[in-house]
């Protein structure tokens, strides 16, 4: 069982900027493709981002994230980040951090394959 934490969140203005970190204290990420999921209240949790094994880093976005939010990673630090930009009211949620049992990709609708889980961090936009 992957131990994951997210940091990061916090208040931001519309058009504002965060980013997120996913970490694992005891595990390497290298060999899981991680995902970046959402949750509003009220709201059924959406995946916003994949990346892939490190040795890949192939990356997936939401539609309504594309040009907007980065995932990347850095293996020596062990961590994948999401970099948002340009938020909108919109992209206030709950932002949690997911392990998939398998290295690549697989879609993020389909939150069954992604199996260990942070506690999330809180992402709020307003004025």
């Known amino acids: 069982q992957l131990q994951l934490a997210e940091s990061g969140g916090g208040l931001v203005q519309p058009g504002g900027s965060l980013r997120l970190s996913c970490t694992a204290s005891?595990?390497?990420?290298?060999?899981?493709?991680i995902g970046w999921f959402r949750q509003a209240p009220g709201k059924e949790r959406e995946g916003v981002s994949c990346i892939s094994r490190s040795s890949t880093s192939s990356t997936n976005y939401a539609d309504s994230v594309k040009g907007r939010f980065t995932i990347s990673r850095d293996n020596a630090k062990n961590t994948v980040y999401l970099q948002m930009n340009s938020l909108k009211p919109e992209d206030a949620a709950v932002y949690y951090c997911a392990a998939n049992q398998r290295p690549w990709c697989t879609p993020m609708s389909d939150i069954r394959s992604y199996t260990d889980w942070g506690q999330g961090t809180q992402v709020t936009v307003s004025s």
């Open positions: 005891r595990t390497t990420l290298d060999y899981y493709a």
